[in-house]
């Protein structure tokens, strides 16, 4: 602290060369470098201006609401770079009121303060001010420079440092982490004293000198001792430095103090380093924590360890409600019960419960009535998450209002009309402010008038207005309510007469429509008890017709529903029937210009080759490309037969051109077909594999960049890439690797960027076997510790976001939603260790300004995907797959489909095959079956490649 005063000392005096400084530039104009000191300073009067738009801004935001802890934050940085002091202390103030400030907060307060009273002529306040800050939260920092503070100027003499020592371990000397600093200082301090009694070298000691030297020496003594006893960190550091300040040997009771208190230490060991390992706020380690302390029942270091659990998690409800319950149940110490409440309603004002614990509180401990008021007045403007909150509210302080009368006096006391002045005030309140803020009535079922009615009714003697305010519940709508109307009954029978709870129930009889049954039987049970046969006869038949309307009334409401469920039926069935006939027909037209175009498509031979005339479409309207004719001049191997000049190239049918393009790969011998056939498809090379797609098309060499990203997965056999016809690259590849294992780390790599945009890596899955990938791996519902936030630049980076979010908490991943092409969409995915970090970050961040905009922060609670687990539409995109699939066997549009069209469609012979048709009948003789066995395709024993249709077709 003198350091800090000493630099306000060596300020330099204002120049005296600054007067008369018009007279001397008129003599002297400025020069160029005086000229740009001027722009400068004209700059800097900009800013000041933005500045004070900023500033007045804030005291906007602030001054509408109140209870926002950001604005408060933001406007006292503001004013403190402004240098502001006077509307600083204010603000600071202001915000002190509503929120207790962290610590970081109040060092700069007090560290402002401190230099602004550099003679110390404001040490009052000061300390006053210290008093403040160590109240809000425990933070051993601020207890040691409150006695830094203390020491640096001991005119109040030196029994005023001792009793802050006092304080300061009263409120943390327990910690076990960091309270022996606290003890440290003070023994430092006492050392300290006892270095300025030592009487100079060469002087003797006096009688008195040595008696205050012997009882300072005791002094320092008993410190060691009771730290001794504390288990705390370095103890053994301690207890050496207790043995070399002695002159002779430890005390046995010493000796035994310290050694229980290393045998607890050994317990508390295991949770402070599972503390010291863990990132703030620990919440999860504090409440292990506490279930230990709990069970050891030393009230001490519990509230030690719930001052420490809130100085990092001051934003988690159930953690100030278990730590005011254990204060109202066992401590039970009013400065301490009532300072908790109060903090705990400062650091979560939204929270109804701890504003009822705290009324109650105040109650208990028997605090004036304007004390509870100024609380409930404090209350009702924090902003509560549900209208129901503040019906609980009132009902709590119009039970304080009622335990308040003296019923044994007359009952129109001033304390009765103030009881009746609080319920109105309450119904009012719920009715007309609850409903604006919130589009409802806080008090759906009036549990603060029915409240109100029985005791004007029990207690007041006063049936005039319990009826009038049962008259206005239903008006309200409740009408209409069996369980209202016998609560209005059982009312009027206990404290009215009989007759007007006869007619209360009559009235119910014709009125409630929710449960009718249950008013007929009170009314019947009524009158057996109180009434006469002739009362009874009419309740029986009111009764009986009452229930006749109801079920008639039911029976027609039951017809309606039965109709409009059949309507809704036929409407479904018609549906259903329309989609299968559209697909039906579909299918038709598909097979029949299928047939077409396989009829009509004409082939030509050259050379003994065949290759097709034109082009042909297929059924989605892209042409198919034609076989080209080979190039004229190569030799073949079998010498070309000449053929007459004009002659005009030979006509073949397609069976004919099948045949003559797939007789070289049939072979002649039955075992190899069935050898090549299953080495058609290779599920170990599946395995190994993965599909990459969401590639850049106009990607440099994609496969030796495929082979760069996956080589750090392992070994990489082969990179397929995908072209188009034109050898243009599709975006797309598989990738192989030599182990299974790297197949699996490279699934990994999912959403990793590549020039800018995000892969897209998934199993290389078989369709054909009907296998499945969920390409949609994130989570589709309701995750406490996941964050979404949106709104975000466009240009800010997962880093960035990070470094954000971690401020509040460990961050687990942050996730960035882009495009396809890998532009980012400004939204963010930031999931954290646990949910309440992730409940204080919502709190924190929600309205943050990043760059030029405004975040948006809320839990994770994505929609639920439609469609099934592939998302919307992805069953009929599948369906479509599986049968294109069955058409063309996985092959793309513009390749050829060599499936014969006898295969589309089986004939109705069970035993009838396909016999080798004449040019004419495309490949199928439906007419001429033979005595062939069925095949494989249609026995569903497996899947034929193309040389299986091929042998199928061609064999004799």
Known sequence: WDARRSVDDRRPPPSSTAMDFSQREMQNPPSEDVQMAQDDGDEDSSSSESEDETTKELEEKVSSNPFDYSSHVELIRALRGAGELEQLTQARERMGRLFPLSQELWLEWLTDEVKLDSGRQNRAAINKLFERAVKDYLSVDLWLEYIQYCIGGMEDGLESVRAVCEKALTAGGLHVS????????????????????????????????????????????????????VPLLDMDGTYLEYEEFLTGPVDATVKQAYQKACEKLEKYRPFEESLMSAATPRLQKYLAYIDFELAQDEPARIQCLFERALQ??????????????????????????????????????????????????LERHRQPQEKIKEVMDTALPAGFPQASDYVSLWQTYCDYQRRRVDWTKDSESSGVEELRSTYQQAVDYCRDSVQQYFGESGDP??????????????????????????????????????????????????????????????????????????????????????GTLETYDNAVA????????????????????????????????????????????????????????????????????????????????????????????????????????GDAPEEVSFS?????????????????????????????????SVFVSNLNYNLQNPQDKMREVFSQCGEVADVRLAFTSKRKFRGFCYVEFKEESAAVKALGFDHHEVEGRPLFVSPCIDKRKGDKFHGFHYATKLEKNKLFVSNLPYTVTKEAVENVFSQHGPVRDVRMVTYRSGKPKGLAYVEYEDEQTASQAVLKTDGLMIGDRKIQVAVSNPPARRGGPYGEGAQDRQRLDTSKESQYRGKGRTQLSLLPRSLHKPTSTASATVSKPPASSNGTNADQPTNKPEPPAQQGTKRLTNLDFAKMFFKK
């Open 178 to 229: 960091k309270g022996s600093m606290l003890w440290d200082v003070y023994r430092e301090f006492e050392n300290a004293v006892l270095a300025g009694m030592q009487p100079a070298p060469g002087s003797v000691c006096s009688a008195d000198q040595e008696e205050q030297i012997q009882a300072q020496v005791f002094k320092i003594s008993s410190i060691f001792r009771r730290q001794l006893s």
């Open 312 to 361: 990092e998690n001051p934003l988690v409800v159930d953690l100030w409600t278990r730590y005011t319950h254990y204060l109202d149940t066992k401590l039970r110490i009013p400065t301490i019960v009532l300072s908790a409440h109060e903090r705990a309603t400062r650091n979560c004002p939204w929270a109804a419960a701890l504003w009822q614990g705290y009324l109650l509180a």
């Open 445 to 530: 079922q009036c549990t603060l008038q029915r409240t109100w009615a029985r005791i004007e009714a029990k207690h007041c003697k006063n049936m005039e207005k319990a009826w009038a305010l049962w008259d206005g519940i239903m008006v309200e709508g409740h009408g209409r309510e069996a369980q209202m109307w016998l609560e209005y009954a059982e009312l009027e029978r206990s404290y009215g007469d009989v007759e007007c709870s006869r007619k209360v129930l009559q009235k119910a009889v014709s009125k409630a429509s929710d449960w009718p049954e249950s008013v007929c039987e009170a009314l019947i049970n009524f009158e057996r008890e109180e």
């Open 542 to 645: 009111r009764c009986e017709a009452q229930l006749k309307r109801v079920q008639e009334r039911r029976a027609k409401q039951a017809e309606k529903e039965m109709l409009a469920a059949q309507v809704e039926e036929q409407k479904a069935e018609a549906r259903k029937k329309n989609k299968a006939e559209k697909k039906a027909a579909k299918k038709q037209d598909m097979k029949q210009g299928q047939k077409r175009k396989l009829d009509q498509q004409l082939f030509v031979k050259s050379h003994d080759t065949l290759h097709t005339v034109g082009s042909s479409v297929d059924e989605e309207g892209f042409k198919v490309p034609s076989i080209p004719a080979p190039k004229m001049g190569k030799a073949p191997e079998e010498p070309p037969v000449k053929r007459v000049k």
């Open 656 to 688: 004919a051109a099948w045949q003559s393009i797939h007789e070289a790969t049939i072979p002649t011998n039955p075992s190899e077909t069935s050898t090549h056939a299953g080495d058609a498809h290779d599920p170990d090379q599946d395995r190994r």
